[in-house]
């Protein structure tokens, strides 16, 4: 048995150390946009091709978006996109948020959007946009917290769906001393994600 856990620890560090050009404390959103996949017939659609962790500065709750799932990054009307770029400078923010929304946590959706808020005054969104679109999601997005339609996952490589996981209670994987230990604590973040989930 314990032969077996070794193994198994040992071909999950393997499988991290060979994870395509991604180092151990690379923080960087990774995604590929899907040929031709539009959502509402304009926005574009892309796919997470790495885990992409975010610490949370208000909480130190680390948030992991994993390999696979996709996202339409800001999911905001036509018209709005002719003045704000869905895919700008708040893609991280939004890509955290499209997460949130999906895994839809009991009575979090405000937390939800206020990690939002926060993500993208983090990456110098300038403040009206951050405003207008945190109150958009505020005003509408209850629809689609926790829908199964947000529910989606496509194959890296192929760009074809596949079977989503089952859903976590919860998007946090792990709560830090402090935001910026984030690097240091990501080789171990993705150990833990690679390992085998037991019951």
């Not at 760009?159 to 976590?168: C, D, F, G, L, S």
Request: hydrophobic share 45%.
């Amino acid at each position: 048995m314990i032969v077996r856990r070794v193994g198994l620890l040992a071909g999950a560090l393997m499988s991290i150390l060979l994870a395509g050009c991604q180092t151990m404390e690379d923080t960087s959103l990774h995604v590929a946009f899907e040929k031709g996949a539009r959502r509402d017939g304009f926005r574009r659609v892309a796919v997470i091709t790495e885990d992409y962790y975010y610490c949370y500065p208000l909480t130190r709750q680390v948030i992991r978006v994993p390999r696979g799932f996709e996202t339409d990054f800001a999911s905001i009307p036509i018209w709005v996109s002719a003045v704000f770029n869905p895919i700008g400078e708040d893609a991280e923010a939004a890509v955290v948020h499209d997460w949130l929304y999906a895994v839809g946590e009991k009575g979090q959706r405000e937390q939800a959007d206020s990690i939002f808020l926060y993500a993208m005054q983090q990456a110098h969104v300038p403040p009206l946009q951050s405003k207008m679109m945190y109150e958009a999601v505020r005003a509408g997005g209850a629809g689609a917290y926790g829908a199964p339609s947000e529910w989606r996952f496509v194959d890296p490589e192929t760009e074809k769906p596949v079977r989503a996981p089952k859903k976590p209670s919860t998007a946090v994987v792990a709560t830090l001393r402090q935001c910026e230990d984030l690097k240091g604590a990501l080789p171990k973040l993705r150990l833990l994600a690679d390992l085998p989930r037991i019951g």
